[in-house]
């Protein structure tokens, strides 16, 4: 398994979040997350706020709109390229705006 954290933005939305990609490291992983209902073969993102709460691995989980909803497919699609501490900019990915807004800790 491998985790990296986010910067999640969206309008006046600040997330510091993590991601944890569940691939099994060995076999014995591979029986945990069998065990726990997660089908091989499939990409699965856990996706949570650093300062605590829930983690989920369906993005309906936490609404059907807004900044995680709107993250977590484009995290779980790309998370192998993607930076650890990257800026996910959720109006970006949604088309409304032209570039992605920059780390908070720039400004």
Avoid: W
Avoid at 82 to 106: A, D, H, M
Wanted: glycine share 10%; proline share 3%.
């Amino acid at each position: 398994m491998k985790s990296k954290a986010f910067e999640l933005r969206d309008r006046g939305t600040f997330v510091p979040a993590v991601a944890i990609k569940l691939d099994a490291a060995n076999e014995a992983e591979a029986y945990l997350l069998r065990r726990s209902g997660f089908a091989e073969g499939e990409s699965y993102i856990l996706l949570g706020a650093l300062d605590g709460g829930l983690f989920h691995y369906d993005k309906y989980d936490c609404g059907q709109n807004g900044t995680r909803f709107t993250a977590h497919d484009y995290i779980r699609d790309n998370f192998d390229d993607l930076e650890p501490g990257q800026v996910i900019c959720t109006e970006f990915i949604r088309g409304e705006r032209t570039t992605p807004k920059t780390s908070e800790r720039l400004e």
